[in-house]
């Protein structure tokens, strides 16, 4: 069983780039979750998908745009990156409450 | 709103110490309460979990009891050993949101 995959696992942008992280789930969840991890400040929620073809805001969706492409998959695009957005990035999917987490994303904005 | 606040680490512990890291979650509604666990350079991955009033959750010597009159879901072990060393993250889903909200995490480090 793959779980949730991620990638890529390692980015480097330079700021004003764009760029998509993308996440997959073979466990047919319905749930879907990006968070960010900051030293210091835990995971942050970024966006969260209840079910395909819905996402909401989490805690800091500023920056952020997402896209439920179907069950399977749920993407992350940062179209103009900031050096703020340097981070590491978890996506994660969810069946009855228990979440289950890829290996993340480490990103830097330069 | 729907948070949870958990110790500050690091918290260094000899081996076969005794541990406690506290959690205390807002009462909106009835959550499920979860301590996740994060070693290094990887993902997290649930440790144990409790989904109701009294519940305990265990799982690897690990237990944790959801605590409705305190608000609380803290994490014990008797006896932590080295290979314990990582980061403990508290969590609450369900309640009023089907967001799962994670504390900032505490850090633990057992020295042999």
């Given at each position: 069983?793959?779980?949730?995959?991620?990638?890529?696992?390692?980015?480097v942008l330079k700021t004003g780039q764009s760029m998509t992280l993308q996440c997959a789930q073979d466990m047919n969840h319905n749930s879907m979750y990006w968070y960010r991890q900051d030293p210091g400040m835990g995971l942050r929620l970024i966006y969260y998908s209840a079910s395909e073809g819905?996402?909401?805001?989490?805690?800091?969706?500023?920056?952020?745009?997402?896209?439920?492409l179907n069950k399977r998959?749920?993407?992350?695009?940062?179209e103009s990156a900031a050096p703020s957005q340097t981070s590491v990035y978890f996506c994660a999917s969810n069946r009855n409450a228990e979440a289950f987490f890829g290996q993340g994303t480490r990103l830097t904005v330069v | 709103g729907n948070s949870v606040t958990q110790m500050e680490g690091p918290v260094t512990l000899s081996e076969e110490a005794f541990l406690t890291i506290n959690c205390t979650y807002t009462a909106t509604g009835y959550p499920s309460l979860f301590w996740y666990v994060q070693y290094p350079?990887?993902?997290?991955?649930?440790?144990?979990?409790?989904t109701k009033a009294d519940d305990k959750g265990s799982n690897k010597?690990?237990?944790?009891?959801?605590?409705?009159?305190?608000?609380?879901?803290?994490?014990?072990?008797?006896?932590?050993?080295?290979?314990?060393s990582a980061v403990y993250f508290c969590a609450r889903y369900g309640g009023a949101t089907n967001k799962l909200i994670f504390g900032t995490g505490t850090l633990l480090a057992v020295q042999p």
């Amino acid at each position: 069983n793959a779980g949730v995959t991620q990638t890529p696992k390692f980015q480097v942008l330079k700021t004003g780039q764009s760029m998509t992280l993308q996440c997959a789930q073979d466990m047919n969840h319905n749930s879907m979750y990006w968070y960010r991890q900051d030293p210091g400040m835990g995971l942050r929620l970024i966006y969260y998908s209840a079910s395909e073809g819905t996402t909401d805001k989490g805690e800091v969706p500023n920056g952020y745009n997402v896209s439920r492409l179907n069950k399977r998959e749920f993407s992350l695009r940062l179209e103009s990156a900031a050096p703020s957005q340097t981070s590491v990035y978890f996506c994660a999917s969810n069946r009855n409450a228990e979440a289950f987490f890829g290996q993340g994303t480490r990103l830097t904005v330069v | 709103g729907n948070s949870v606040t958990q110790m500050e680490g690091p918290v260094t512990l000899s081996e076969e110490a005794f541990l406690t890291i506290n959690c205390t979650y807002t009462a909106t509604g009835y959550p499920s309460l979860f301590w996740y666990v994060q070693y290094p350079g990887e993902g997290l991955q649930l440790l144990l979990k409790a989904t109701k009033a009294d519940d305990k959750g265990s799982n690897k010597g690990f237990e944790a009891t959801y605590r409705k009159e305190t608000t609380s879901f803290h994490l014990e072990k008797g006896s932590v050993q080295v290979s314990d060393s990582a980061v403990y993250f508290c969590a609450r889903y369900g309640g009023a949101t089907n967001k799962l909200i994670f504390g900032t995490g505490t850090l633990l480090a057992v020295q042999p």
